[in-house]
């Protein structure tokens, strides 16, 4: 809620009149006071309820103000900032200044002129809301409700006045994050005053043409959503891109540059480029709405209120059928990794479209790698070779995946350019110590938060060199993450592994082409080679095919097959624990694919017996015991774990 007693919104048009609105609607019990040079503006804020009282002149409406909002167009800031400077004294003691306008810079040079330099009451601000409607006439209250607000405070802010803003935008349901005044311009031009120039030029350039009226009589729902914006203020817009200048312009670079990429390959009928840059464009698109919007970036799925579901369960039938379950994720995230490190073309299939799998896809398409898909588990990889990786626009995003993330470590420490790995809540808390203290022994220059922790910095360009590394605590993130570092290093990288541990990276490596030996508890690779594209059937999910094996081992009268399921020797152990148990299961069509050995796993109904599980079984089954709790439950005698 916020307290300011009064409050003066100098410019009542669409933004400052929602504003209003806003507080009106929040149930804000303060005065709010309106300066605006046009009086029927004025009038009908009063009017409509919105408002106070108002003026035109600015030293007139000060008395007692505890804050001022100023809501005018960017050029027109300096002079009323000189008006409000000659009045100020009247405003009250504690008097807090923001504003609203769409660029900061020189916003910034404004008060900087005026004050002397930026005073520690203001804090500058920028919703990130609008309509191509203007005027007091269309304050809406609910214009910030779930949108963004922008301050960009200076070193100097007053911890008070920020805390004061903070709460009058929260109060018209935003949410306020904070940034600099140079970031804050880079970003909102690429996003906001870019689009808002190319609707304009495209609506003026139809516009000029003969047969304007049938362009537009035609024009189809893609064409009025785009150039909507085009309806906007051009005042306002003129302003912008003149105070924004130089990061508009830079923006506007960018995009000439995309344009004429292309252009060229429409000229030359490249369909491989066409094909790429808008499959990188759609998922990127509908990727990142997920991310902002905090929402699952997997197929729609909507949680009752509060986010609780209700789940009732009653006795059924038997567990009968056929059936493949999800792709591996392990393998899935590798599939990815090595094919885009490949000459030519992969084609995977059973590929996990999971948030982790789908964060390290789209992580390799900002490195400028051309992905089709994934489509019902299906995705097309054009590899880039080992040196084809290009520097990303920014931090590359894994999400909750710490695979992902220690992964791409080793991979981003053989790399030319700079990078950062970031992730998500959870992630940033965990620590990336054991990967990034080996990768550094092998010459790589990383950075890391406190205590380790991400976001990982990483400089590229360091000349990496194999090394010996045993491991201290046996780890298959570690080992892929010193393998991958390895294809990069000069010599040999050699790992010894305290206890067995998955070894889909090693398996696929030798897919792919690239030798990777082992002797005993050490595998190692020599630096320098390639990888040869090819195709991948990803293995169905052990951990995934657990719970329908789990529930016909239980359940009289069940006989299912699970078909295309991994039976990598490092995850066996919920077959092998089964079959103590009693379990009725068989192996059946066992072959290899892509390194990776998978089989047809049927199993039929027999009763369990508990059992003591045996110690070497339990790191092959670590992620299989919640369900295989539930058989040990419906065994007869009693089922113990230990190590």
């Not at 699970?562 to 103590?580: A, D, Q, S, Y």
């Not at 009725?584 to 369990?608: C, Q, S």
Request: hydrophobic fraction near 40%; glycine fraction near 10%.
């Amino acid at each position: 809620m916020c307290h300011e007693p009064r409050i003066l919104i100098v410019g009542l048009g669409l933004i400052g009149g929602s504003l209003a609105a806003a507080l009106r609607a929040s149930g804000f019990s303060g005065e709010i006071i309106a300066c605006d040079p046009n009086k029927d503006e004025i009038a009908l804020g009063i009017e409509l309820g919105l408002v106070n009282a108002g003026g035109t002149q600015l030293a007139e409406l000060l008395d007692d103000v505890s804050m001022v909002v100023l809501a005018v167009p960017v050029l027109a800031m300096e002079s009323v900032m000189t008006a409000l400077a000659q009045a100020l004294p009247n405003a009250a003691d504690d008097v807090v200044i923001t504003d609203v306008g769409s660029t900061k810079a020189t916003i910034r040079e404004c008060a900087e002129r005026v004050f002397g330099y930026v005073l520690p009451n203001i804090v500058l601000g920028h919703p990130i809301a609008g309509s191509e409607k203007s005027g007091v006439a269309a304050a809406n209250p609910t214009l910030y409700v779930n949108h963004k607000v922008i301050l960009t405070p200076e070193p100097n802010v007053d911890a008070d006045a920020l805390a004061r803003v903070e709460k009058l935008w929260q109060a018209c349901g935003a949410e306020v994050l904070q940034m600099s005044v140079e970031r804050h311009d880079q970003v909102l031009a690429r996003t906001s005053h870019l689009p808002h120039l190319l609707a304009f030029s495209l609506v003026d350039t139809l516009a000029r043409q003969d047969e304007r009226l049938d362009i537009f009589r035609y024009a189809a729902g893609g064409f009025r959503d785009f150039t909507r914006i085009a309806g906007s203020d051009p005042v306002m817009w003129r302003d912008i891109f003149i105070a924004n200048r130089e990061a508009v312009l830079s923006s506007l670079d960018d995009f000439e540059a995309g344009l004429k990429r292309l252009r060229c390959a429409v000229e030359s009928g490249d369909s491989d480029a066409l094909i790429a840059t808008f499959d990188r464009a759609s998922h990127a698109r509908h990727y990142f709405d997920t991310l902002l919007n905090k929402t699952s970036y997997q197929a729609e799925y909507h949680m009752q209120p509060h986010g609780k579901v209700t789940y009732r369960v009653q006795p059924g039938g038997q567990a009968q059928g056929r059936l493949r379950v999800p792709g591996d994720k392990s393998i899935s995230h590798r599939s990815i990794m090595l094919g885009a490190l490949a000459e030519g073309v992969t084609e995977v299939k059973g590929f996990l479209e999971g948030e982790d799998s789908l964060a390290t896809l789209q992580a390799f398409r900002e490195m400028g790698v051309a992905i089709e898909g994934p489509h019902q588990g299906r995705v097309t990889i054009h590899g880039v070779g080992m040196q084809g990786l290009k520097a990303p626009a920014g931090p590359l995003y894994v999400g909750n995946s710490g695979t992902a993330m220690r992964l791409f470590a080793g991979l981003l420490a053989g790399q030319s350019f700079d990078s950062e790995l970031t992730g998500d809540e959870s992630l940033s808390k965990r620590p990336m110590g054991r990967v990034a203290d080996p990768l550094r022994l092998m010459g790589a220059t990383i950075d890391t938060a406190e205590g380790g922790r991400p976001p990982l910095k990483i400089h590229g360009g360091a000349p990496l060199k194999g090394i010996y590394y045993d491991m201290p605590m046996a780890s298959a993130q570690v080992k892929s993450c010193l393998l991958l570092a390895g294809l990069y290093a000069e010599g040999a990288t050699r790992v010894r592994e305290p206890a067995p541990t998955r070894d889909h990276t090693e398996r696929m490596l030798n897919g792919f082409g690239y030798a990777v030996s082992r002797e005993g508890d050490t595998c190692w690779l020599q630096g320098g080679g390639q990888l040869t594209a090819g195709s991948i059937d990803v293995p169905s999910d052990i951990s995934s095919a657990t719970f329908f094996l789990v529930a016909a081992a239980i359940t009289p009268g069940s006989d299912i097959t699970l078909e295309h399921v991994g039976i990598n020797p490092t995850r066996i152990g919920v077959i092998n624990i089964l079959k103590l148990m009693g379990a009725d299961l068989t192996l059946e069509n066992e072959r290899e694919v892509g390194g990776e050995p998978v089989a047809d796993i049927r199993i039929r109904y027999a009763p369990l017996k508990g059992i003591d599980i045996p110690v070497d079984q339990v790191p092959l089954a670590i992620d299989e015991f919640p369900a295989l709790f539930i058989a040990a439950a419906n065994a007869h005698g009693t089922t113990r774990l230990r190590g």
